[in-house]
């Protein structure tokens, strides 16, 4: 079981625009034709920000459309916030605040065996590295820069290092990258 920052950003660092757009990573590939089919059989529970949550909210019909249904997951999902948030009907999601470690057990018990996805943002991931917690980062990156946005990963690691394990090309847009968290 592996706690896991699963993401796209853009050459020059930004998961989404400083509106939280993610329009620019759609014409860049086939989400079939990357390791997210694999990766996301294995995932039990998933944690994401109150803004990832309130982009799934503002482009239901997008999701809708290419998954049938306002909510794309079938694992549990904690969505951090220190607001209230509407609910999405018929989604397994349990709003938190606070501490990531606290949520941690509870999120790895559910999983059941299987992996914890941090799907976004960048600070909560950040927050689940600061924590001891995150085991390996996984960033496509893609062939366009954004020039401002919401960074990938606002932290600075320096010691101990990310150790690379893999990267691969997917097509002529995007490059895979993954990265173990060394701890210690």
């Given at each position: 079981m592996k706690t896991q920052y699963y993401t796209a950003t853009s050459l020059d660092g930004f998961i989404a625009t400083e509106d939280h757009s993610l329009e620019w990573?759609?014409?860049l590939g086939d989400l079939n034709d990357s390791s997210y089919p694999a990766f996301i059989a294995d995932v039990g529970a998933l944690a994401?920000?109150?803004?990832t949550y309130e982009w799934m909210l503002r482009n239901a019909e997008q999701v809708i459309a290419e998954v049938g249904s306002p909510w794309p997951y079938s694992q549990p999902a904690w969505v951090f916030s220190s607001r209230d948030?509407?609910?999405i009907e018929g989604?397994?999601?349990?709003f938190v605040?606070?501490?990531?470690?606290k949520v941690h057990a509870e999120m790895t018990a559910a999983a059941g065996g299987k992996n914890l996805w941090i799907v976004g943002g960048g600070d909560l991931a950040g927050q689940f590295h600061d924590a001891g917690l995150l085991d390996e980062i996984i960033v496509q990156i893609g062939s366009v820069t954004l020039g401002k946005g919401k960074p990938l990963f606002p932290r600075r690691v320096l010691s101990p290092a990310l150790r690379l394990t893999s990267a691969r090309q997917m097509g002529s847009g995007m490059a895979e990258l993954r990265y173990e968290v060394v701890k210690g």
């Open positions: 990573l759609f014409p994401m920000g109150s803004g948030l509407p609910v989604a397994d999601i349990r605040r606070g501490d990531v470690a």
